[in-house]
């Protein structure tokens, strides 16, 4: 039905599969025997030229543009939590990252691998499929994002035996246990990298007066944040610069690792809550397999430092970040598109 032979003699005859994680913070794009070629922010710059708007850069360009822009440019991210927001934004930023990552062979008809939330309505998944559609694809797969990042991190996903997988993103995260190439269970809740921006973001403002931006935010993230506190005093520090909402001028204050702990506090409980529901919604026998095997995380959230020890103190199982969490799921595309027989069971697609 899905022409999967016709298509595995396409690929070997043209090497034009293109796998895309299409990600609420960024977009990664693996190209057929080359590997990972793209790893842009998923941001586009629109401005209002004699009336009509166009798009004047998308990825690192347009996220340094982020805040910073005049009143006739916008710079904005066309996904919301894991699904498209704007359509036709989400459509020129895939056809011009599919188009970068090909180079030469952009005349070329790519079969695409392309990734969606596990929890994402159909609506939702047509709205992704249509844009990938429209970069003049040969034929496009939906693949799930838990199912992805399992095979990126080289879970036995086929194997008659249960494996559970934890993606952290930037708009979801995706909790999946997965056996036999299938998932058995999934739930997908929309708490990840942008909630805990969101987070800082609010605690800065309600405890020093301080209005910081979005791009400050992930700055401290990526700097000092942990899941918990630290054992002895206030750990990290880093200074942080935005606007007083008092005196309305730029400051500067220094903000505690312990302190943006405090601050994502509710989006870490809502990860852990989501891990232990699943735990207590799977067979015993499958129950069994994790036991032995532990909890895979992955995505850029798993980087959080002391997620892992978090979570292995609210289940009492092994738990371990994937050794390459930030391409996990774009490597499972990959996997996917270099070896489309193996893994048809996983595609689908909406036409």
Known sequence: MLGIQRLKKVLNIFSSGVAIDLGTANTLVYVHGKGIVLNEPSVVAIAEIHGKKQVIAVGSEAKQMLGRTPGQIQAIRP???GVIADFDVADEMIKRF?????????????????????????????????????????KVFLIEEPMAAAI??????????????VDIGGGTTEVAVISLGGIVYARSIRVGGDKMDEAIISYVR????????????????KAIAAASVPTEGE????????????????KEITVTERQIAEALSDPVAQIVEAVKYALENVSPEVA?????????????GALLRRLDNVLRDATGLPVSV?????????????EAVERIGKFENVLTSMY
Do not use: F, W, Y
């Open 79 to 81: 996904l919301r939590d």
């Open 98 to 138: 599919v188009q970068k990552a090909l180079g030469h062979k952009t005349m070329s008809r790519p079969v695409i691998v392309i990734c969606v939330p596990s929890g994402s309505t159909a609506v939702e998944r047509r709205a992704i499929q249509d844009a990938a559609d429209n970069s003049r694809a040969r």
């Open 152 to 165: 990126g991190a080289g879970l036995p996903v086929n194997e008659a035996s249960g494996s559970m997988v």
């Open 206 to 221: 309600k405890n020093h007066n301080l209005l910081i931006g979005e791009a400050s935010a992930e700055r401290i993230k």
């Open 235 to 250: 750990g990290l520090i880093i200074p942080v610069k935005g606007r007083d909402l008092v005196n309305g001028v730029p």
């Open 288 to 300: 069994a397999d994790i036991v032995d095997k532990g909890i895979m995380l992955t995505g850029g």
């Open 322 to 334: 994937a050794e390459n969490a930030l391409q996990c799921v774009a490597l499972g595309c990959g």
